[in-house]
């Protein structure tokens, strides 16, 4: 009811199946599917809670994995197997957006899943926080920062050998040596990824912005998820690694009226290992780009 505290609810259903072309038209089954239910709960003064379940399902193709091998105790290379289908996978999540008043608003995504690690054919279980605020002061100028973090870690199977007593056994005689697994969690990845946009409309149809953006991550030696020795790709290991990104872009555009409109800009990509540090990045890719068309009015 509008005017209430709580205005409005709403609930949907989501529902998608994918298929290789190819299987699709021989009727196969499809690699990957899921579930999705979507409840919004919508308060007064634009403030909205949004609640999402997934539930869903992903088969691994063998093809993708035709380099991989795994690195035996001996060192000498043994055949990967692929592991089985991905059933049941869970995913929850939180999506608040919240209006403070007309210059400030806060949104975020809060999820917390099960997820293909598809480096490694196995299941991972993600946490992802992904908090976003906008400020615009006046009505010229905009700020937007955001920031992502994710953190992925690995179930992983341990086969131990316990001691255990013997059906009869007195004062520990008798015992017998089984094999028992165990599981464990270990990191396969985390992200950072700070972001701010800047714009400023001088007028109408002047306006200028500038996007900054780092991507800082970690990454573990890639691992067999049956038997937990190292993965081989074309023949090498996939080693631990930690890299870092930089992009930068600034525009300016001018748009005296519609359909007529001139903008020049400049981007810049950076990479190299993690820091925050520009003298320690490497530019990769540079590029001075502009555009002007005008429409003709007859």
């Known amino acids: 009811m509008p005017g209430a ?136 100028l905009q700020v937007q920062l955001n920031y992502t973090y994710s953190n992925i870690v690995r179930r992983e199977v341990e086969t131990v050998t316990l001691a255990r007593p013997s059906t009869g056994a007195v004062n520990g005689a008798g015992t017998v040596l089984r094999p028992a697994k165990l599981t464990r969690d270990t990191p396969f990845s985390s992200v950072h990824i700070p972001r701010v946009r800047v714009q400023y409309q001088f007028s109408k149809a002047l306006f200028a912005r500038a996007v900054a953006q780092y991507e800082l991550a970690r990454q573990a030696e890639l691992t067999d998820p049956t038997t937990g020795r190292p993965l081989l790709v074309a023949g090498a290991r996939v080693g631990a690694r930690s890299t870092g990104a930089f992009q930068g872009e600034f525009l300016v555009q001018f748009e005296p009226s519609p359909g007529t409109t001139f903008y020049i800009g400049y981007s810049r990509l950076m990479r190299g290992r993690r820091t925050l540090s520009l003298e320690r990045l490497d530019p990769v890719q540079e590029g001075l780009f502009l555009k002007l068309s005008y429409l003709f009015r007859m």
Do not use: C
């Open 5 to 140: 505290v709580l205005e409005s609810t709403s609930l949907r259903v989501i529902m998608n199946t994918f298929f290789r072309h190819d299987e699709f038209w021989d009727g196969g089954l499809p690699f990957e599917r899921e579930v999705e239910v979507w409840s919004t709960l919508m308060f007064r003064g634009a403030r909205w809670l949004t609640f999402v379940f997934r539930r869903g399902y992903f088969r691994f193709e063998q093809a993708d994995y035709a380099s991989y091998e795994v690195e035996g105790a001996d060192g000498k290379p043994a055949p990967f197997q692929l592991p089985g289908a991905l059933e049941s996978l869970s995913a929850w999540s939180l999506m608040p957006r919240v209006r403070i008043n007309n210059a400030l608003s806060v949104n975020g995504q809060l999820f917390v899943r099960e997820v293909p690690i598809f480096d490694e054919a196995r299941r991972g279980y993600e946490v992802r926080i992904s908090p976003d605020v906008q400020y615009r002061p006046t009505t010229q």
